[in-house]
């Protein structure tokens, strides 16, 4: 077995293979042996009154944040994120770390909707409800691994904390506007948003440790995955920024 593969497995394949077993797990916890225990026992209630509280103002805001984790605009802001790395980065490494974590939280939500079957809160919905399970949030999974994602790229290279705070601050405060307004839509639960909040961060953690670790070689010649033109940075130098 080559070294590569040795390697993606390690770090890719078997990460992930343990999250989407936890994520099934969590599931079968909150939909089938704790069900009737508290805290789980009075989601219907965060549920209802969230309902309750909507006005129209609240509605468009939760619109907005809504949209902006929806798939269409996940794979936009995805690609266009991938394509300003790459050309100002002049190498693979950060978008490929970028497009890794959104499509591993969408295979773990994925298959993990396939497995755990959950109504959506009974309140009234204010979008079309998908036919996927409400467990986990596909919305907010996706949101975390994303937003949080380029909060890690940006604050790598940013040269101030200051800066790096305003970057997390920023971009990590989406995924929690999307999970707040997914309940308040009444699209899920809130066990159903936490658990997301757990595969996205987690894809992103993997990928990093993946992708983004300038010590780890790759390939037959052992490159490292960062180039910046046409020269590889040589194992364990630092690859600028």
Known sequence: MSDVVI???????????????LMVGLGLLVTRVLAHTWPFTVEDTVNRELAGDRTPGWNDVSLVF????????????????????RLVLHRWREPLFLCAAVTAQALIFLFTTMVIDRNRPAVAHMDASPPT???PSGHTSAAT???????????LRARSTPAKATWWTLLV???????????????????????????????????ARAVLDRTLTWGRAHLPLSRSGDEATPAGASAGG
């Open 173 to 207: 405060l989406v995924p929690i506007g999307v999970a707040l307004t997914r309940m308040y839509r009444g699209m899920h639960h809130p066990s159903d948003v936490v658990a997301s909040f757990l595969n996205g961060g987690t894809c992103v953690a993997i990928m």
């Open 7 to 21: 390697r993606v497995t390690r770090r890719v394949l078997l990460p992930l293979v343990l999250l989407f077993a």
């Open 145 to 155: 691994a994303l937003y949080v994602g380029l909060a890690l790229l940006l604050a």
């Open 66 to 85: 809504s949209t902006l984790a929806s798939t269409q605009m996940i794979v936009v802001v995805t690609v266009l994120a991938a394509l300003v790395l």
């Open 133 to 135: 399970s409400s467990f």
